[in-house]
T-cell receptor, first 111, second 116 residues
Framework: QKEVEQDPGPLSVPEGAIVSLNCTYS??????FMWYRQYSRKGPELLMY????GNKEDGRFTAQVDKSSKYISLFIRDSQPSDSATYLC???????????FGPGTRLSVLP | EAGVAQSPRYKIIEKRQSVAFWCNPI?????LYWYQQILGQGPKLLIQ????????DSQLPKDRFSAERLKGVDSTLKIQPAKLEDSAVYLC??????????????FGPGTRLTVL
């Protein structure tokens, strides 16, 4: 079993749809959880950062962490074609180090 | 604010040759990371520097990969000799890692290496 797994994708949705992206993990020591967006031929950029369990909202994006289930989610409301990218979850045990990334889910939002 | 700079952007070499990548982090960022991202996979951490000291190099294949960070600023990653399986994008990232804040990593555009 890989340490961090994501829904395989690719995922295609119509513009305006609500998108749900998910990751599961096996290491119960992970405390810091991140979602990155990566456009083709670009480096990842941080979207959301959460410490421990709970929800966090930023504009159209909501991140949820359920440590008891070892499950994290990213929701995108009112999806736009510009949201078309690969979404990577990442997590770490310690602040600032030992980041482990999931394999990514490619999302296409169709106009 | 200038972002993380990397060069070259693309490199094609034959197996058993050597190659070096360069990274210039965001000014003032003490922490620097090198990642390997194979097509269809997430980035894998190779090495992490705090200033010019190594914090974590547990996943660096030390028989062929080496990295240094001179004067705690720029960094180079070298592969010698390269293998076919080294074909990947090599990403550099930097962060402030301030106590009590977020350890947001800022990534460069990456160097795409093809080993023939």
């Amino acid at each position: 079993q890989k340490e961090v797994e994501q829904d395989p994708g690719p995922l295609s949705v119509p513009e305006g749809a609500i998108v749900s992206l998910n990751c599961t993990y096996s290491n119960s020591a992970f405390q810091y959880f991140m979602w990155y967006r990566q456009y083709s031929r670009k480096g990842p950029e941080l979207l959301m950062y959460t410490y421990s369990s709970g929800n966090k909202e930023d504009g159209r994006f909501t991140a949820q962490v359920d440590k008891s289930s070892k499950y994290i989610s990213l929701f995108i409301r009112d999806s736009q074609p510009s949201d078309s990218a690969t979404y990577l979850c990442a997590m770490s045990e310690s602040y600032g180090q030992n980041f482990v990334f999931g394999p990514g889910t490619r999302l296409s939002v169709l106009p | 604010e200038a972002g993380v700079a990397q060069s070259p952007r693309y490199k094609i070499i034959e197996k058993r040759q050597s190659v070096a990548f360069w990274c210039n982090p965001i000014s003032g960022h003490a922490t620097l990371y090198w990642y390997q991202q194979i097509l269809g996979q997430g980035p894998k951490l190779l090495i992490q520097f705090q200033n010019n000291g190594v914090v974590d190099d547990s996943q660096l294949p030390k028989d062929r990969f080496s990295a240094e960070r001179l004067k705690g600023v720029d960094s180079t990653l070298k592969i010698q000799p390269a293998k076919l399986e080294d074909s990947a994008v090599y990403l550099c990232a930097s962060s402030l890692v301030l106590a009590g804040g977020t350890d947001t990593q800022y990534f460069g555009p990456g160097t795409r290496l093809t080993v023939l």
